[in-house]
């Protein structure tokens, strides 16, 4: 089995809404009919409008959803990458090494309905001045306490990238999604775990900072939060 995780773009002048609408209600059977397995959409709709403000997209228009889907062969995805780009404006597809260091345990709900809370979708670049394999070891060994420690995240899935299958995107290194409570989107101290509490929103803040500059080259780094629905685990 092979992960793939796409990136789509919505049609100019689409609501929001109106895109995950039709890719909740036509686009994500259909890739469960042509035989997607653990499939899961993270996409802009109004329930994260709120979080505007986390978005950053240095590289050109924002990507507007995340689907990651396994399948026995990559190369045999054609038909699922044909619905996906009947759907949207453009897309890049990737693939991945999953590995999960936060596995969500405390926001489950049935197959298909949203997901509490909100996830934001990162697409990372490792920092072109150290060893790719200094990048893994603090991505790894580092960020994950950081992560732990310092957020209010519930979910933390790496997809290391492979190789890219499709589209011309960033030369990314990763692409992340985080799991966080939905006063997050607006409120830094609920996104820090740090409600109430100045100086611990302070040094969590601090401390995470330092940590991905360390191994992240963050003009490149690009956010975009989303809701989350996952159609099988």
Not at 49 to 58: D, H, I, Y
Not at 79 to 97: C, I, N, Q
Not at 162 to 185: C, H, K, N, Q, Y
Not at 189 to 198: K, P, Q, W
Request: aromatic fraction near 8%; include cysteine; glycine fraction near 6%.
């Amino acid at each position: 089995m092979e992960k793939i995780v796409t990136l789509l773009w919505r049609p100019d002048g689409q609501p929001a809404q109106d895109y995950a609408k039709g890719l909740q209600e036509k686009t994500m059977p259909h890739l469960q009919e042509l035989g997607a397995s653990k499939l899961k959409l993270c996409v802009e709709d109004d329930a994260v409008a709120a979080g505007a403000g986390l978005r950053m997209n240095p590289q050109g228009p924002p990507k507007a959803a995340f689907v990651s889907y396994w399948i026995e062969l990559a190369q045999d995805r054609g038909p699922l990458e044909a619905a996906l780009s009947e759907a949207s404006a453009g897309l890049t597809s990737f693939l991945v090494v999953e590995s999960q260091p936060i596995v969500n345990t405390k926001h489950l709900v049935a197959p298909g309905e949203r997901t509490p809370g909100f996830s934001q979708v990162t697409c990372v670049l490792a920092k072109q001045s150290i060893p790719y394999e200094e990048f893994i070891r603090i991505w790894h060994e580092e960020q994950r306490p950081c992560a732990i420690e310092t957020q209010s995240t519930f979910q933390y899935v790496r997809n290391e990238i492979v190789r890219t299958l499709s589209g011309d995107p960033p030369p990314w290194s990763a692409v992340v999604e985080e799991g966080f409570p939905i006063g997050a989107l607006s409120d830094p101290r609920v996104f820090y775990d740090a409600v109430g509490e100045e100086d611990k929103f302070q040094a969590n803040l601090a401390r995470m900072m330092e940590t991905v500059e360390r191994f992240l080259e963050m003009p490149a780094t690009d956010v975009t939060a989303m809701s989350e629905f996952v159609y099988e685990r």
